[in-house]
């Protein structure tokens, strides 16, 4: 379990093929259908509109959150934190670590899917100005579970700490 000061020295570093499978493990612990290490690899290697972030503490890969960029828009592929570290405002730093990196690279707008049963993330990203635009019907293979269709309009590269995290 993570104490305070652990948590204090959380940074963010381009993910590269190292920290895989740390990713996995988190990848497995947090969702039904974990992507695969193929997947990650692919993403990392041949995909030029991928870009993903490892969050750290004390050189643990301890979360991570992935985004494909394309012309204005981002779109959050994932995001995780393991969860001996869950509730202590990390998915929220994670997050905005995304949103100032895709602000950065002249995005203004981010989108992303969530599961309607995943009330924790939704609350997340809505605290971070996302609003539900639509409905994917059994987007998720595993359940056949709609996906909410969520936009942040007016994406600015943000202080990290300008949101208070409530949780993760």
């Not at 992507?35 to 979360?63: C, D, K, M, P």
């Not at 869950?86 to 990196?101: D, F, K, S």
């Amino acid at each position: 379990m993570a104490t305070g000061s652990q948590v204090d020295s959380f940074t963010t570093a381009d993910m590269d093929l190292s920290d895989i499978p740390a990713v996995l493990e988190i990848e497995r612990r947090s969702f039904p259908t974990p992507w695969s290490e193929r997947a990650f690899l692919s993403e990392l290697t041949q995909n030029a509109y991928a870009h993903y972030v490892v969050g750290l503490v004390g050189g643990r890969v301890i979360a991570y959150g992935g985004m494909w960029l394309i012309l204005d828009e981002a779109h959050v592929t994932n995001i995780a934190v393991h969860p001996d570290y869950r509730g202590r405002g990390l998915g929220h730093r994670l997050l905005l670590e995304l949103e100032r990196r895709a602000a950065s690279h002249g995005c203004t707008r981010m989108t992303l899917e969530v599961r309607p049963s995943n009330a924790k993330a939704q609350k997340l990203y809505r605290q971070h100005g996302f609003v539900p635009r639509g409905l994917r019907p059994g987007y998720y293979t595993d359940t056949h579970e709609d996906a909410i269709i969520m936009w942040k309009d007016h994406l600015e590269a943000s202080n990290p700490n300008e949101l208070k995290p409530d949780g993760d």
